[in-house]
């Protein structure tokens, strides 16, 4: 069953001269509990495109054309407050630099409790009660005494988890991940994914994961789509793409991985992959 | 747990931090005997501050009359703690006017952006633009003369440089990542401007406040001194320090205590302002 399908999507950013086309004609869709991972290069979109699912690029000055259906609802043509009642509840978000995502005048506790009290309207208690279950499920030890903690008592890891606490704390039917593990160091990176994909197998939700690693999305998601220039270039099950890319610029982006295998051998680049071609 | 969770408000937390800074509560002990002096001294004091006693005219401090007597033989202690009143009167009603409608102003004109934003900053450069003097002077001839006037007057001034600095600050936060995240999840635009916006910008504005109350109380001396303001034989602390200045060389305790009052006051003012910033901050737990 398609949870969210996306049609044609351009979104194009007026400039001082003429306009960006940042992203070009995209379709997806993305099935109930399914994951789907957008790679790609810096600047190539793919914030973008999940970006506007939540209505976070400003229109105007944006313009958007296409259509995001979420479960019926119309995302590009919705009200205010119909969309309110989607964000956070329904559909999630965390975002890249864990430093800056929280609101540093808010105790952790109060910020992973407030989606509970906005949206089910309860209690400063309860929320605060399940916010520190929350806290546990995310695995931050010692939840209950580090509740009170304020954000910059946190470190990086541990603030990425007081995001998806507070991103999971309504139980959503899809996460979007920004690049969730990129501001993270590779050991913190390793446990956060495992855990995005752990609470993704236990709660049934869906997951959109972008990242510009290959291999961060290959380890959790189920389908893979690769953006370049604002388009989406190729897009399929992730081992099939990983076994047979079919677009040159896929087959680029793979072979720029570093291997282990052969020591003393220079790095490829991107642009001399390409420039074979 | 339960008793744990109610005593974390951000309030409680700067409450405690507040009193574990010994300047601040300096200053915050040092205002409150002033304001208490100001409010019940004219009461116990066996002068009033009108009353004229020309044969002890121009006596300097005894023990008799502790900060001595004006030209007209008026007690000048009684004189200084009425016109602290109207001092503290004026810088309050200023101070709320300049919280009240600067900050939501501001915050919401720097949040909004855009074309709302640009329609409101207008709107206060034309208020700006307005001469200040030319404007109370309108306003007294056409209402009658009282001191709710010259609240009115000062207040609609003091507001616009807040309105300015917190749009400001408010535009360098709201592309913040917690701000969007605050989007995301899905919360109103009120609750992001009143919750996590101004919240942080709380220190600049206390310092700004602090700031507002010393210009104030001179703006009051000097609408007084035009003969706008506090009208005699009334006074205050700007009306007695203007008069004093005239007869320092032979009189100088006439500017020097209502001068010394005035200092003592500002002084605390800026130690407490100090003290709420860092209080306020919970990044600087710990730090002494």
Redesign the interface.
């Given at each position: 069953m398609t949870q969210l399908s996306v049609k044609n999507l351009h979104v194009r950013f007026p400039l001082r001269e003429g306009s960006l086309q940042a992203v070009k004609d995209v379709s997806f869709s993305l099935k109930k509990g399914g994951s789907l991972g957008i790679v790609g290069e810096s600047g190539s979109g793919k914030s973008v495109c999940v970006s506007t699912l939540?209505?976070?690029v400003p229109v105007p000055p944006a313009t958007i054309s296409g259509s995001a259906h979420f479960q019926g609802v119309d995302l590009y043509n919705c009200s205010d407050a119909a969309?309110?009642?989607?964000?956070?509840?329904r559909i999630?978000?965390i975002?890249?630099?864990p430093m800056?995502?929280?609101?540093?005048?808010?105790?952790v506790v109060d910020q992973i409790a407030?989606?509970l009290r906005?949206?089910e309207g309860m209690s400063?208690?309860n929320a605060?009660?399940r916010a520190v279950k929350a806290m546990e499920m995310v695995g931050i030890p010692d939840a209950?005494s580090r509740a009170?903690s304020?954000p910059?008592e946190f470190s990086g890891g541990m603030r990425q988890r007081v995001?998806i606490a507070?991103?999971m704390i309504s139980e959503p039917e899809l996460l979007i991940a920004d690049e969730p593990t990129t501001a993270l160091d590779v050991t913190v990176q390793r446990q956060i994914l495992e855990l995005i994909h752990e609470l993704q197998q236990n709660t049934g939700m869906s997951l959109i994961m972008i990242s510009h690693d290959l291999a961060v999305v290959a380890s959790v998601c189920e389908q893979i789509a690769v953006m370049q220039h604002g388009v989406m270039v190729e897009q399929g099950k992730t081992d099939e793409v990983f076994q047979n890319p079919r677009h040159p610029y896929t087959r680029g982006l793979l072979k720029c991985n570093p291997t282990l295998h052969e020591p003393g051998t220079r790095l490829t680049t991107l642009e001399e992959v390409l420039g074979e071609l | 747990?339960?008793k744990?969770?109610e005593t974390?408000s951000?309030r409680r937390d700067a409450w405690r931090r507040l009193l574990r800074n010994p300047t601040a509560i300096g200053g915050l002990v040092l205002l409150g005997l002033m304001i208490v002096a100001c409010v019940a001294g004219p009461w116990v004091s066996p002068y009033t501050f009108e009353e004229m006693d020309l044969l002890s005219a121009n006596t300097g401090p005894s023990s008799t009359h502790w900060f001595g007597t004006d030209e007209l033989g008026r007690d000048l202690l009684t004189r200084t703690l009425v016109g602290g009143r109207i001092s503290f009167a004026v810088a309050l009603a200023a101070t709320l006017v300049s919280l009240v409608i600067g900050v939501t102003y501001g915050g919401i004109s720097g949040f909004m952006g855009g074309r709302v934003d640009a329609w409101m900053m207008r709107i206060v450069d034309v208020l700006y633009a307005l001469p200040f003097t030319l404007l109370v002077i309108l306003l007294i001839t056409v209402f009658e003369r009282n001191l709710i006037l010259l609240f009115v007057a000062i207040g609609a001034v003091e507001w616009l440089t807040m309105a300015r600095i917190v749009r400001g600050q408010v535009m360098g936060l709201r592309h913040?990542?917690?701000i969007?995240?605050?989007?995301?999840?899905?919360?109103?635009r009120a609750?992001i401007l009143f919750r996590?916006i101004l919240?942080?910008i709380?220190g600049t504005v206390i310092i700004y406040v602090t700031l507002t109350i010393p210009s104030v109380m001179l703006l009051e001396a000097f609408l007084s001194f035009l003969g706008l303001g506090v009208q005699p034989p009334m006074s205050s602390w700007g009306s007695l320090i203007k008069d004093g200045v005239g007869a320092m060389e032979d009189f100088p305790w006439q500017m020097s205590f209502p001068g010394a009052a005035l200092f003592v006051t500002l002084l605390a003012l800026n130690f407490l302002g100090d003290g709420l910033r860092d209080a306020l901050?919970?990044?600087r737990?710990g730090e002494s």
């Open positions: 939540l209505g976070l969309l309110r009642e989607i964000r956070g509840k999630s978000m975002f890249q630099d800056t995502s929280l609101n540093p005048h808010m105790r407030e989606p906005i949206h400063r208690k605060r009660l209950a009170k304020w910059h995001m507070m991103a | 747990m339960k744990k969770t974390y951000l913040q990542e917690f969007e995240a605050c989007q995301v999840l899905g919360y109103s609750r996590h919240p942080n709380l901050d919970p990044r737990e």
